[in-house]
Structures are given as structure tokens and as C-alpha cells.
């Protein structure tokens, strides 16, 4: 009988040593704590970094190479070398796996989405494990994710995951930084609070593209749409056994009352958001009440901003700040028309609407 479904998702910095070179010993560790959880009675997905390490340990003086082109290169040559390594470490256990390489653009456009979804989900019926990572090979400026953090926060919610576990080469969130002794580990976040972003500085990790700013924003994101949620150290020894015990040093946002999976598809489009709305305090006050059910009507509705169609995707701003995101049930003239007025349709129905 099935436990859970969980996403984890493995950094470079977990999978490398310090000089940045794979430590293949580690790894194996890693999926031996994979083989244990699926044991247990997980589903498991790993999405996983790795690839452009792989590809430097064979191709070490590409310097010659503009850097996009190097990095689709050292993607191409070490994604194949990573999933070879993966392959015959789970063999091992007697676990089949199979390579999921997927873009932005399969997140965006429906049809994708729904295909590597309903693939995803056959895997996992198939007792497969899916390793995912960004087809590094064709996806460069927008069509790149910011990081494999924001990337395994989609996966997750296109399969409705329990949790989503983010391994990091920290213990979790600290309320300074982590090499700081008077930094204090913080066990549990509450995702609605909005101000705990201020614990997080900004930076980035050694060999990655992303940092804990990142980590957290996805994380709190995914806890929003009700998928429990933790940041880890994946160079402890046996953490995910330990963090699925509720043992060991983590930080866990837990998650919120469950979305529909149309909000779990919103809360990743605002990328492509076609407007925006600018909205007053006594609306914000309501579409924030998690304790009822509210649509965002134009009477709440200060500005509007841009040019939008029904069915287009628009952004919700409070005082500078995007608070939410919703798809239009009208278009932006008739919003203007409407601005201010009781009584009209709202503009984004409750059904349609995701607040942050």
C-alpha cells in the first residue's frame, strides 16, 4: 500500500565535492537512503542536478566556448554519463528509473503539461522512479528555470505530491547565516507569513545557479498549495529516512488546505501574466481570509494595468507588490469600466484565483 508520493530534489553542491567534481560515493549513499524510502511504501521522483558536473569531469577546458554554448555542451556529454551513473546505482536495489528531460515551455503550454503529467503518472503506476532534470540542451535565457528548486516545486504540484523535500548543503533555514554559532536553525515555517523572507540573505550556492532566497521562495509556494515541504542537508548521513521519521535537522513549512490542481498550474504562470490589477487594503483583507470563500470583485479594484483578454492570466498588486494571480473572467476595458463599482461580476473568480 502506497504511503505518500514525494518529490526530492538534489542540488549540485549535495552531489559534489568540494572542488566541484561528482562524489560518486556520496550519490550512492543518496540512492541507497531513495531505495530505503520506496521501502518504506514511497513513491518516489528525484529531480536531480548534476548533469553539467558530469560533462566537466570529461570536457574540463571548454574556455574557448561562449558560456551558453558551454553549458549546453557539458550538459549534453554529462546528462547521459549522470544517468548511467543512476541507472546501475538503483539496479542495485532492483529499481528501474527512467530520464524525464523537460523545458519552461512544457509547464506553460497545456497540452505539454498534460502529457509529461500523465507520463510522470505511468512511471510511478509502472513502479519506475522518473529523474528529472532541465533539457539544459535547448533551454537558455527565458525558457530557463531560475534553478532544479523551482523546477521540482512544478513537478510537484503537476502530480499532486505529498511533500517535497529540497536538498540542500545546509541544515535548512537559519534566522542568520548558517556558518554564524549565534544562528539559530528554524524548525518550522508558517508559509502564509509573509515576512519570514526576511531571515534569508541573498546569495547564491558554490556551484549551482540558485540560493537559499530561491529554495525558500519555492518552498513556501509549494506548502501554499498544501504540499508539505522541507529544506535539508543532503551530505548528512541517512537525512531522508531521519526527516521522514520527523528525526534530524530540517526546516519543514507544512502545508496549507489543498488547491485544485488548476490553482497548482496557476501558482507557476505568472511568467506569462498578460496584466495586472491594483487593489485596496479591505480587498486584500478578504481575498486573504482563508477562512472564506472570495472572489476579487471591481469594487476592490484601484488601477488596471495593461491590456488583458477573459481567459488571459493577470497579476493582483497591493501597494507595489504582487499578492496573487487569477485568470480574467473579462477583459481589461470592461475592468476599467467597472473599477470601483458594486455590484458588477467579479473579475477573477474565486475558482481562478491563487493568493500568496
Known sequence: MIKERIVVKIGTNVLTDERGAPDLGHIAQLVDQLAIVRQQGYEVVLVSSGAVGMGRTVLPELDHVNRVLRRQVLSAVGQARLMHVYQDLFAQHKCHVAQVLVTKEDFRDREHYLNMKHCLQGLLR???????????????????????????????????????????????????????????????????????????????????????????????????????????????????????????????????????????????????????????????????????????LPVGITEVEGEFDKGDLIGIILAGEEIGLGMAQYGAATARKYLGQKGKKALIHYDYLLIG
Not at 144 to 159: C, Q, R, S
Open 126 to 296: 509502472g513502479d519506475i522512479i522518473p529523474i528529472i532534470n532541465e533539457n539544459d540542451v535547448v533551454a537558455v535565457t527565458e525558457l530557463m528555470f531560475t534553478d532544479n528548486d523551482e523546477l521540482a516545486g512544478l513537478v510537484a504540484a503537476a502530480i499532486n505530491a505529498h511533500r517535497l523535500i529540497i536538498l540542500s548543503n545546509v541544515d535548512g533555514v537559519f534566522d542568520g547565516h548558517p556558518d554564524d554559532p549565534h544562528s539559530r536553525l528554524l524548525q518550522t515555517i508558517d508559509p502564509a507569513d509573509g515576512q519570514s523572507l526576511r531571515f534569508i540573505l541573498p546569495s547564491t550556492s558554490t556551484f549551482g545557479r540558485g540560493g537559499m532566497a530561491t529554495k525558500f521562495r519555492i518552498a513556501r509556494k509549494a506548502a501554499l498549495l498544501g504540499i508539505h515541504t522541507y529544506i535539508a542537508n543532503g551530505k548528512t548521513p541517512g537525512i531522508l529516512p531521519q526527516l521522514l521519521a520527523g528525526e534530524g535537522l530540517f526546516t519543514c513549512f507544512p502545508g496549507q488546505k489543498s488547491t485544485s490542481n488548476l490553482k497548482k498550474r496557476l501558482a507557476y504562470q505568472n511568467a506569462v501574466r498578460k496584466g495586472a490589477v491594483h487593489i485596496n487594503e479591505g480587498a486584500a483583507a478578504v481575498l486573504r481570509n482563508r477562512e472564506q470563500v472570495s472572489s476579487l
